[in-house]
């Protein structure tokens, strides 16, 4: 058996992801590392974030509705909202003409698209979950006279949500 050095870093979930998005996100990460497993692990980075972006839909004017969307028209709303930056919504379109016929046709899904989608999935869920709850922690820190919050790090997989 050949062993690589250093160590590849194990898989890493964003933190302060509601349970559900953990689990679908962790499952994807499980997978990633295995060949041949493109097609599913694309549908459970898709899944992680459909689950992401309805979760959000709570702070939307309209939950029912913004529910009912796609998750690309749910990106764009959430960008137009300013809860994610206009690059990444341009990002997830691109993402979206690779991820969609992978899912829904024939064609098989390349490595590094497979990177892409998980690129693009990881930055929505730390636009979505993990900075706002940073920020909240830092400036509850700042208002309490501390000069940092406690120390919170990755989450590394261990079948235990956080």
């Not at 689990?23 to 459970?44: D, M, N, P, S």
């Not at 969307?69 to 979206?96: F, G, S, T, Y």
């Not at 990881?122 to 940073?134: C, K, N, W």
Request: net charge negative; charged share 30%.
């Amino acid at each position: 058996m050949q062993r690589s050095w250093p160590e590849p870093a194990g898989p890493q979930v964003p933190e302060h992801l509601p349970r559900a998005v953990h689990k679908a996100f962790a499952g994807a990460e499980k997978t990633f590392r295995t060949r041949g497993l493109e097609e599913q692990t694309a549908a459970a980075y898709g899944r992680a974030l459909d689950i992401g972006t309805k979760l959000i839909a709570a702070d939307e004017p309209e939950p029912e509705r913004f529910n009912k969307k796609m998750i690309a028209q749910r990106l764009d709303m959430l960008a137009e909202a300013h809860r994610i930056p206009p690059d990444l919504k341009d990002w997830a379109r691109h993402i979206q003409t690779i991820r969609n016929p992978a899912m829904h046709d024939v064609q098989d899904m390349e490595r590094t698209e497979l990177e892409a989608l998980r690129g693009l999935t990881e930055m929505v869920l730390r636009y979505l979950f993990t900075l706002p709850t940073m920020v909240a922690e830092r400036k509850c820190a700042a208002l309490a006279g501390l000069t940092e919050p406690p120390p919170s790090g990755e989450q590394e997989i261990t079948g235990a949500a956080g």
